[in-house]
């Protein structure tokens, strides 16, 4: 399994931006893909999340109403568009899979422990 970012730039306050998150070496329906972000000396947290068989999509309360995640399973990629960017939205952003069985199981809408495959990180940052 196999997570690449892409996507992240400086825009301003009020701006948008598409990430982009490209997967390769798993079947999409099996698994949930969810976005998180982290800043330096906090935890990372979750921000959006898309379960790859019947797209069924959640946000983190931050996010709710300016982030829309999307999935392309024809291109095995997941989108998150981010709207209004606020300068609190700077962090590295990364997206990561988990089995939706396990995401079911736990109970919680981002437990960081069962993601895998993080990608390596787009940064985004919203100046003010």
């Known amino acids: 399994v196999q997570l690449v970012e892409s996507g992240g730039d400086l825009v301003q306050t009020g701006g948008s931006l598409r990430l982009s998150c490209a997967a390769s070496?798993?079947?999409?329906?099996?698994?949930?893909i969810g976005w998180f972000r982290q800043v330096p000396g906090k935890e990372r947290e979750g921000v959006a999340c898309?379960?790859?068989?019947?797209?069924?999509?959640y946000y983190a309360a931050s996010v709710e109403g300016r982030f829309t995640i999307s999935s392309d399973n024809a291109k095995n990629t997941v989108y998150l568009q981010m709207n209004s960017l606020k300068p609190e939205d700077t962090a590295v952003y990364y997206c990561?899979?988990?089995?939706?069985?396990?995401?079911?199981?736990?109970?919680?809408?981002?437990?960081?422990?069962?993601?895998?495959?993080w990608g390596q990180g787009t940064q985004v940052t919203v100046s003010s």
């Open positions: 990561a899979a988990v089995l939706r069985a396990l995401l079911l199981r736990s109970g919680q809408d981002f437990p960081v422990k069962y993601f895998r495959s």
């Open positions: 070496g798993f079947t999409f329906d099996d698994y949930a």
């Open positions: 898309i379960s790859g068989r019947d797209n069924y999509a």
